[in-house]
């Protein structure tokens, strides 16, 4: 079997004293979505941004299409891996073709400026994924919705093998959000491997992908979700966890077996 | 950029210089200044007086080429620093370049040692408050913005106080005077030397910042941002940061305290080209130099005695300022 | 019980009543610059002198030391320190900026503060009356105010000062007429350009409605610079359109600056700097050319160098010696003269 995209062995990462995660070993292949969820503040963004090589490692180590990521250097990292942040606080009117122009500032080199083929292939992003009438168009002008969709484009020109989501879907209407998750799924097509996090469990469940589960214990489930296992009462993943994944393929238990699932929902991938 | 824009940007600076080389308080003959110029290109017999060819060429020339790069040289650094900070209200005085250099200056002038030893001491102080806050700013990977700015104001205000010392050392009669007019702001002392002096830092560090247009526009869209498309943050800041104190340090040096030139003239280029800096690094440029040309011309010549070039600015830059902010209803855009 | 009392009453006026007599007899009265009419005890012992050029003055009218608060600028004048080695002592109350330590002051005890007056009063003069001790205002910018000065600071100092105030009045007066017996009959045409110039760190020039305008034209010459007041900031340009005659440096330091202009390029079309006439003005106890005691000494000065044709016979060096000798009571050696007429250290 060919190396797994994303390769996490023993990762760790605290902030001080206090532990986020802890032995973390974790494979994603290409075309596979991972749906990362987990209650606010237990780290699910702090585990993207390892991924991405923005936060460094306590411990252990993280490859991207066999390279360690900690080896890299800023460009050669940003073109393995691309990620789409959920706080944008754009100051200057750059045009939408402008930003996702930035996407292919990885292949430019330190004091390189885009060419006229850099410009094409943004465009060509931009008409795929249907936006191409926002090319002219301020982005600061632009809706929450559309701004994220223009920056889902971005990642297109940026040609990464990997791609991180920080929850993509929030703050979108529903149309919107149903149009990120296509482009998500368009993008896994290409053979990407997709790391998105998400407050809504829902997701997990649109892809054919597994889901990761960070607890508020530090422990972490891993598993192909199953529906029948699902409470859509409450919106936090502490729902119904034990019936969530039953039988992950790693567990790692910093606590008690009481987040051990019991009875078979899962089915192996 | 449209091709008539590139076009304007080059020629109206030149074309204002060459005005400029007409007016001042000393009467020349236009034909006579037309004729000293062209003497430099091709030989034609001199039937000029001295004195006039030394008002233009080692008065005026040196003067108006000093205004265009301090001009040009505050507003690119104005429009780098703005995009760095991602803030529309930042101009190249806020890691404290001005403050020191101010105390610089008084100290050389409270210590007499001639218009050399001021220029070298106001450079080297200017460089050395923002050495200062950078080290200040410094936390343990990288310099935030936020820590950037808030050691600039610490830096700025201890310089300050260093400089009301100085004043209040002075002597009223004759230290006082030149350390407060030197504050003010003038190209009083413009000339051939201070040229070859002061223009390569300038030039040094304007040719370093075009050289990162590109990037400053991945960084303009935030730190985290920029480094997730492969920008080395810090390493752009520190280029951003050397190339814009050079050329503030070397301005501020030879031409004493300029306010609303780095502040506003950005403001002015990002209106006409927008705010990809590929475009708006030289259209700033083009419009400072034109723009403090025009202001010191007015300076040198209304009155017989010199009006400080801050004193100008400030009258000009603020009031204008005002009314971007209300057309924009603060948007920016 | 009522006679008792009348007893006491009667003591205590008894008592008092010489007191209240000899009060009435140890103050006169003085009017200033400013047309206030200033109380001060009839003998003066104790004098704070918060204007810097007027140290020297009182120093050089005999009251020396009656002077118990001084300012910074004052002790700092290496002549004055030179001349009155005592002023290192005398705790200077005022700053170079014109503010007063008032603790400083009143520690000190004075009599009387003498002042200049610019039209307007000094900002510490009510902090200073609350103390009931009494400001005497002087004029300071024209040659003409500078003899008033001289009588003002003489006679609040006392009748041996006042007289030697007249007598340097008198010598004063005697140095106007004699230059000006050869200067007012000049045309405008054989009058010419003077520019007094102060360029430590940015060129200014001193122009009308000044003391210097006053003796630049007693002396013979015409203002170069038409613009009004002291230390206006002008530029090149105008300097070389005004193209003077005559440069003055005025100013410390001196010489740097004089030796800046005759070699910067720019300048060199000037006529001044042509003809070699950029000078140096002296500074002795004072500043010559800023209303100071030496005033008398500046119109000869600048006379004889203005006009050396016409003043052929006079003697700048024995002049100053004399002065010296007479008022500051020291004898002048050869080397102190040379420092004194250029500007600088003893």
């Not at chain 2, 005005?19 to 091709?42: E, H, K, M, Q, Y």
């Not at chain 3, 503060?113 to 003069?125: C, E, Q």
């Not at chain 3, 106007?176 to 020039?205: D, F, M, W």
Request: proline fraction near 5%; aromatic fraction near 6%.
């Amino acid at each position: 079997m060919s190396q797994s995209l994303v390769e996490v062995r023993s990762a760790g990462f605290r902030y001080a004293t206090r532990v986020i995660f802890e032995a973390l070993d974790l494979d994603v292949n290409a075309g596979e979505v991972l749906t990362v969820l987990g209650p606010n503040g237990c780290g699910k963004s702090t585990l993207l941004r390892c991924l991405a090589g923005e936060l460094k490692l306590s411990e252990g180590s993280i490859r991207i299409d066999g390279e360690a990521l900690e080896r890299l250097d800023a460009p050669a990292r940003a073109r393995k891996v691309a990620i789409l942040f959920q706080e944008h606080q754009p100051t200057f009117p750059f045009s939408a073709l402008d930003v996702v122009t930035m996407g292919r500032t990885p292949y430019l080199g330190t004091f390189g400026a885009p060419s006229a083929h850099d410009r094409q292939l943004a465009e060509q992003a931009l008409e795929q994924f249907g936006l191409l009438h926002l090319k002219d168009r301020a982005y600061t002008a632009l809706s929450g919705g559309e701004r994220q969709l223009v920056l889902l484009c971005r990642t297109l020109v940026q040609e990464p093998d990997v791609i991180l989501l920080d929850e993509p879907t929030a703050h979108l209407d529903f149309k919107n959000q149903v149009r990120c998750l296509e482009l998500i799924g368009m993008l896994a097509g290409r053979g990407v491997a997709l790391v998105s996090t998400s407050h809504d469990p829902n997701h997990a469940f649109l892809f054919a992908g597994r889901a990761l589960l960070m607890q508020a214990d530090r422990s972490v489930l891993i598993g192909v979700p199953s529906i029948s296992s699902i409470a859509l009462r409450s919106r936090r993943p502490t729902v119904s966890r034990s019936g969530f994944l039953a039988s992950p393929e790693r567990h790692l238990a910093k606590t008690s077996p009481s987040a051990v699932p019991g009875s078979g929902c899962v089915r192996r991938a | 950029m449209r091709r008539w824009a590139l076009i304007a940007m080059i020629l109206v600076p030149l074309a204002v210089l060459y005005v400029s080389l007409f007016v001042g308080r000393f009467t020349v003959p236009a034909a006579d200044v037309a004729r000293i110029l062209a003497s430099r290109l091709w030989p034609i017999a001199r039937d000029w007086p001295a004195s006039a060819e030394t008002i233009v060429l080692q008065i005026r020339l040196p003067r108006a080429i000093l205004a265009m790069f301090v001009g040009a040289g505050l507003s690119v650094s104005g429009a780098a620093f703005q995009g760095m900070f991602r803030n529309p209200l930042v101009s190249p005085d806020i890691l404290g370049v001005s403050a020191a250099s101010g105390f610089g200056a008084a100290l050389a002038l409270l210590l007499s040692r001639g218009a050399f030893a001021l220029e070298l001491v106001a450079f080297l102080f200017g460089i050395l408050g923002v050495g200062l806050t950078y080290l200040l700013a410094r936390t343990y990977r990288s310099t935030p913005v936020l820590m950037l700015v808030l050691s600039g104001v610490i830096v700025a205000a201890f310089f300050s106080a260093l400089l009301s010392g100085a004043k209040y050392l002075a002597d009223p009669d004759s230290k006082l005077p030149a350390i407060t007019y030197w504050l003010l702001g003038s190209l009083n002392g413009s000339s051939m030397q201070t040229l070859k002096l002061v223009l390569p830092p300038i030039i040094l560090g304007g040719a370093g910042l075009m050289l990162v247009r590109w990037p400053l526009n991945i960084l303009s869209m935030g730190d985290e941002e920029a480094r997730s498309l492969g920008v080395s943050t810090d390493r752009l800041k520190g280029i951003i940061i050397v190339c814009t104190t050079l050329i503030t340090a070397a301005a501020v040096s030879v031409c004493g305290i300029v306010g609303w030139v780095g502040l506003v003239i950005p403001h002015l280029a990002r209106m006409w080209v927008g705010p990809d800096h590929r475009a708006l690094l030289p259209a700033a440029c083009s419009i400072g130099a034109t723009y403090l040309l025009l202001i010191d011309d007015v300076a040198r010549t209304a009155s017989a005695s010199e009006i400080p070039l801050g004193i100008l600015t400030a009258i000009v830059g603020a009031p204008f300022f005002a009314y971007l902010l209300r057309k924009t209803q603060g948007g920016w855009q | 019980m009522r006679n008792e009392s009348l007893w006491v009453v009667a003591a205590w006026l008894l008592a008092t009543s010489p007191m209240q007599t000899s009060r009435a007899q140890v103050t006169r009265e003085v009017t200033d610059a400013a047309g206030r009419v200033v109380t001060l005890p009839s003998t003066v012992n104790r004098v704070a002198d918060a204007w810097h050029a007027n140290n020297a003055l009182v120093l050089m009218l005999g009251g020396a030391d009656k002077l118990v608060a001084t300012t910074v600028q004052a002790q700092r004048q290496p002549w004055l320190r030179k001349l009155y080695p005592r002023i290192d002592q005398v705790p200077a109350a005022f700053n170079a900026a014109g503010d007063l330590n008032v603790e400083t002051l009143l520690g000190a005890r004075p009599d009387v503060i003498l002042m200049a007056y610019d039209g307007a009063l000094p900002r510490w003069s009510a902090a200073v009356e609350a103390y009931h001790v009494p400001i005497v205002l002087m004029p300071n910018t024209s040659l003409e105010g500078l003899k008033t000065t001289a009588r003002i600071t003489g006679t609040v100092l006392g009748p041996r000062e006042a007289e030697v105030a007249e007598d340097y009045i008198r010598y004063f007066d005697a140095n106007i007429r004699r230059v000006r017996r050869e200067t007012e009959r000049l045309s405008a045409g054989q009058r010419p350009k003077v520019l007094h110039t102060s360029s430590a760190g940015i060129l200014t020039a001193d122009g009308l409605d000044t003391v210097i305008d006053d003796w630049i034209r007693l002396a013979g010459g015409r203002n170069a610079a038409d613009v009004t007041g002291n230390g206006r900031p002008v530029t090149l340009e105008q300097v070389a359109a005004w193209d003077p005659d005559v440069i003055i440096v005025g100013t410390a330091p001196n010489q740097l600056s004089r030796k800046a202009i005759l070699e910067d390029p720019r300048w060199r079309e000037i006529k001044a700097v042509k003809n070699g006439n950029v000078l140096v003005n002296p500074s002795g106890a004072y500043l010559w050319d800023r209303h100071s005691a030496e005033a008398a000494l500046q119109v000869l000065w600048a006379a004889k160098m203005i006009h050396p044709e016409l003043f052929s016979d006079l003697d700048i060096k024995r002049e100053t010696i004399n002065f010296y000798a007479k008022y500051f009571h020291h004898a002048l050696t050869d080397d102190e003269y040379s420092s004194i007429v250029n500007a600088t250290a003893p």
